[in-house]
């Protein structure tokens, strides 16, 4: 998929990173400049993951290893949840630990049960570089980890294991997206 732009959005739609890209594989580096391209990037950020139908997405998924996520996911009581996080960091994670379904943009029509707290706390900065603390609870809370997870160059199918982990993996290799060679 090539950069295009959204109607309606001054946000740039960026080409996914898919399983197997190196980037992410890789630890994302800390935002030193809140200038206006980390806006653009939030952008673009946003318009991407609107036009795949996601409800986060991490920077290293289109390509850019900084550490910036987006999201706009519901909770378990359908409360939405909207906003940016730059520099995140997974202060708290606990709670009871649910094996959920799980998918991921960069591994688009796969999903495994995939073992979650159901409540996380993240720390961080918007865009302005204002401190920012976001907790989540239930497939929120599973989104706040998911995202943080990308930022640390791991992708849901690390967390899992055994057979789980073995048809997952299976599965992506056989996808028509999955690279070759």
Not at 21 to 47: K, N, Q, W
Not at 128 to 150: I, K, M, N, S, Y
Not at 160 to 172: C, E, Q
């Amino acid at each position: 998929m090539r950069n295009r732009p959204i109607p309606g959005s001054s946000g740039l739609i960026r080409a996914m990173s898919l399983l197997g890209d190196p980037v992410l594989h890789g630890i994302c580096e800390p935002v030193t400049d809140f200038g206006p391209s980390l806006a653009r990037l939030v952008e673009d950020m946003y318009a991407t993951m609107y036009a795949a139908e996601g409800v986060g997405l991490a920077a290293n998924q289109i390509g850019v290893p900084l550490r910036v996520f987006v999201y706009d996911c519901p909770d378990d009581e359908d409360v939405r949840h909207l906003g940016h996080l730059v520099n995140p960091r997974l202060v708290e994670a606990d709670g009871i630990t649910v094996r959920g379904p799980e998918g991921c943009l960069s591994l688009p029509g796969l999903e495994a049960g995939t073992p979650r707290f159901d409540r996380a706390v993240v720390e961080g900065l918007t865009v302005d570089g204002e401190p920012v603390r976001v907790t989540g609870t239930g497939f929120f809370a599973r989104c706040l980890q998911h995202e943080c997870d990308h930022l640390e160059g791991a992708v849901y199918t690390d967390r899992l294991t055994g057979l789980r982990r073995r048809r997952a993996l299976r599965a992506a290799r056989r996808a028509p997206w999955a690279r070759t060679g």
